[in-house]
């Protein structure tokens, strides 16, 4: 009997076991099914960067540096860490504006990174003509793989773990929903309290028999190591020719060569090769021609120089080219860290801690969603789908990270059911969480075919001019994606009560706009929940956060007497927003439209059809969402365009809730901000208990230190995310969301900055602010009030 039993012997398996005993959990127990290291660990490069394009995951990275030094301290094992510094080079104008973001991120973490220009980048024997400039970061560096996973092991086993080789897995044990174990190869079982799923490529096929989607494919990964070169530095940097998809690492007098290809070539771990330890799959000199040109363009010494190993090795790559990190959604206990995506030696540090936290406290320690699991969708598991992924997801990691970029292969899987009229209607379609949803509605060939941009969107004045019918007129949102939730039973009321902060024990027919929390009074989700009656409850939730959130509602309403139905895909929802949705729908409706107050829900029939319209708003204005069988959906979709009706896509979305001062759970939202950081108070009722309400209390007694506001920016940058917010040259936050407002135009960020003990919102907004981005800085302003219609008297019309 193991407390954790941990499934592979590799970097990630290796520092999970290793930090599970340094926090005192005494039965961890790894098995490998042949000898550490053997899968995809032994064949890494071995590059240590500790940069990444988001604030959280930097965390993660960052913790290497601090690691593998101790590491050696501890075991007394070399890891081969060393620190070499490296370059981030640009050919692109766009690549610079991203190197830019990058940096003023790591600064704010305590890494030293600069951008440089290109004849600056000085490095022995490169060929700088072409490269624009360069992000400079000291605190690259590099480890011997090998070396650190039998330091890990070491260190794991003096710390009282066990570690079995040559111990194959055939089986996940799960039974009632928990992982229990796992059925070994020989027919032996191995029960266990929880389970950790660490086997890389291999790691898909045990999770699909439990039930588990794992968006992951391997592939031929492949890197060359030259003969000596003469005269290289030491250490000698590491170099990433982003634009190229290139890098390059010295390892002892020679270079390591490799790149991100397009158009991976998948390979299967369960064919006649995958059980072969230390597996070195054929040379591919045309798979790997394009990268071997722009290395001798680089480095124009190679073309004197030998090549002595070519590499090509398996390599797990996820369908987003993100890891997944965390509890599964379908099986309790079942915790996964696989598909590294090809930086899992460099990972293994940040990866092993956070995982080995969230299995000993029953939460994530930070914010992981990016990386989280739990935002899989089955469908993108599906083997055509994985395989369709790899011609663009391997090669994204270096590629551009445009603002707003798409994906083009594996596109389809999530349609609603008027899929076909939003395409008529104009719609360029986009992923929004995995549908397919119309980013804007396009009036001519020009508009279907825009380019992407680092500034100004070429599509905004497209999300300008669809707000504009809303002045008058009304115009129609695909929100059918919302993950939707019936909730029934003697205890749904009850559950409900405790989960959310605010009251949901109002009459039938209310709607009630929710957070939901954590014991830390984090936010969990953000909500609205409909009362439909006495036992039964509508809770409408993000797109994006559907599997999350079921699986969270299912954790935690356990052992209660209800039932928790996913309708997602049961209904299509339209959103019928706008000055004239009153006029328009009561002359497509025998029901009464007029006496009709916010926040309310009531069963009508639209153009003869039956649907459920609930008077809310994201966009600010007046309007109700039609809830309509999928089937029945046409023929309303139909009577709402003939009466003069226009789409509006989700960038004109975007723009409308940021302008209201709406915040988006993902990115303003999220389980380490609670309601009243987020500026969320009014909607906690404190007359009842509920989870995450004595955390508040203690933060009310105690006083903010930190708040989310409204920014208004001056000139006109692009505004994303995690851009530094500055005062007095000082960081005192980050923005979590921005936008152009679509009907005031004024460009607006969302940010959590630090206020002192007691600071009110106005003394706020007297503050001299200015934010960082890409490279520039802007003043921005506190505002008291969201900047269109902030009493509220469009949307409650």
């Given at each position: ?249 010295g390892d002892a007098g020679k270079l390591v060569i490799g790149g991100f290809e397009p158009g991976a070539k998948c390979w299967n771990p369960y064919g006649p090769e995958g059980s072969r330890p230390f597996l070195e799959l054929p040379e591919d000199w045309d798979q790997f021609a394009p990268f071997m040109e722009a290395a001798l ?394 989870l995450g309400k004595p955390a508040l209390e203690r933060q009310r007694a105690a006083g903010l230190t930190r708040r989310l506001h409204l920014f208004e920016v001056e000139g006109r940058p692009l505004v994303l995310h995690d851009e530094p917010i500055r005062e007095g040259g000082a960081v005192v936050g980050m923005t979590t969301s ?60």
């Open positions: 009997m193991a407390g954790t039993l941990i499934i592979g012997g590799g970097a990630i398996g290796l520092s999970l076991a290793y930090h599970l005993a340094r926090r005192g959990e005494r039965e961890v127990l790894l098995v490998e099914r042949d000898r550490l290291t053997s899968g995809t660990s032994w064949h890494a490069a071995g590059i240590v960067g500790p940069l990444r394009a988001t604030p959280n995951m930097t965390r993660l990275a960052m913790y290497a540096g601090e690691l593998f030094p101790r590491l050696e301290a501890e075991c007394g094992l070399s890891t081969g860490y060393r620190r070499t510094g490296g370059y981030w080079l640009a050919r692109d104008p766009a690549r610079m504006d991203e190197l830019r973001r990058i940096a003023a991120l790591g600064r704010h973490f305590g890494l030293t990174p600069s951008i440089v220009p290109g004849e600056e980048v000085r490095v022995p024997g490169l060929e700088t003509a072409g490269i624009l400039g360069a992000l400079r970061v000291e605190e690259d560096a590099n480890v011997n793989p090998v070396d650190l996973c039998m330091a890990y092991a070491k260190a794991a086993r003096t710390l009282g773990a066990e570690i079995r080789e040559h111990t194959a897995v055939a089986a996940l044990i799960v039974e009632g929903g928990v992982a229990r174990g796992a059925r070994l190869a020989d027919g032996s079982e191995i029960r266990a309290d929880r389970v950790a799923l660490c086997a890389g490529a291999w790691s898909k096929r045990l999770a699909e028999a439990a039930g588990v989607a794992l968006p992951l494919q391997a592939v031929e990964h492949m890197y060359i190591v030259t003969e000596p070169m003469a005269g290289l530095p030491q250490p000698y940097p590491v170099l990433r020719d982003l634009d190229r998809g290139i890098y390059v690492k363009a680089l480095i124009p010494a190679l073309e004197r120089t030998g090549i002595q190993h070519f590499m090509n090795g398996p390599e797990s790559f996820t369908t987003d080219s993100r890891p997944l990190i965390g509890q599964t959604n379908e099986v309790d206990g079942l915790f996964v860290a696989a598909g590294m995506n090809s930086v899992g030696v460099m990972s293994s540090a940040g990866v092993g801690r956070v995982l080995a936290d969230w299995m000993m406290e029953g939460a994530a320690p930070l914010d992981l969603w990016p990386i989280d699991v739990a935002r899989a969708d089955p469908l993108t598991a599906a083997a055509a789908h994985v395989e369709a992924r790899m011609e663009e997801a391997v090669a994204d990691v270096f590629a551009i990270h445009w603002p707003y970029k798409q994906p083009k292969a594996g596109r389809g899987l999530r349609r609603s059911a008027l899929h076909d009229r939003w395409a008529e209607a104009g719609a360029v379609f986009g992923l929004t969480a995995g549908w397919e949803r119309g980013l804007w509605y396009a009036a001519n060939d020009d508009e279907r075919r825009l380019p992407y941009s680092v500034t100004e969107q070429p599509w905004q004045e497209i999300v300008h001019r669809e707000a504009a019918a809303m002045e008058r007129g009304a115009a129609l949102i695909d929100l059918s994606p919302f993950g939707k939730f019936d909730i029934a039973g003697p205890d749904a009321l009850s559950a409900l009560q405790f989960l959310a902060a605010g009251n949901v024990d109002v009459e039938t027919g209310r709607a009630v706009y929710t957070p939901l929390l954590n014991a830390r009074g984090g936010i969990e989700a953000d909500v609205t929940i409909t009362r439909l009656g006495t036992d039964l409850f509508r809770l409408t939730s993000g797109a994006a956060t559907r599997w999350r959130d079921l699986a969270w509602l299912r954790r935690n309403m356990a052992g209660r007497d209800l039932t928790i139905r996913d309708v997602t895909e049961t209904e299509v929802v339209i959103g019928v927003m706008g000055a004239g949705s009153r006029r328009l729908l009561a002359g497509l409706s025998p029901d009464g439209w007029q006496d009709f107050p916010f926040a309310t829900a009531r069963d009508v029939t639209v153009a003869g059809q039956p649907c459920r319209a609930t008077r809310v708003s994201f966009v600010g204005e007046l309007g109700w969402e039609l809830s309509i069988p999928a089937a029945h959906g046409g023929p309303v979709f139909d009577a709402l365009r003939r009466w003069g009706a226009c789409p509006l896509g989700h960038y004109a979305l975007d723009a409308c809730r940021i302008e209201k001062g709406f915040r988006h759970w993902g990115h303003d939202l999220g389980p380490e901000i609670t309601p009243l950081e987020a500026g969320l108070g009014f909607t906690v009722d404190w007359g009842k208990d509920f921005g936008g152009r407002g679509a009907r005031t135009r004024r460009t607006l960020a969302l940010g959590l900055i630090s206020v002192g003990p007691g600071e009110k919102t106005a003394q706020t907004a007297a503050r001299q602010f200015e934010i960082e981005i890409a490279g520039r800085l802007y003043p921005a302003k506190v505002l008291e009030r969201a900047p269109f219609d902030p009493q509220g008297e469009r949307m409650r019309g």
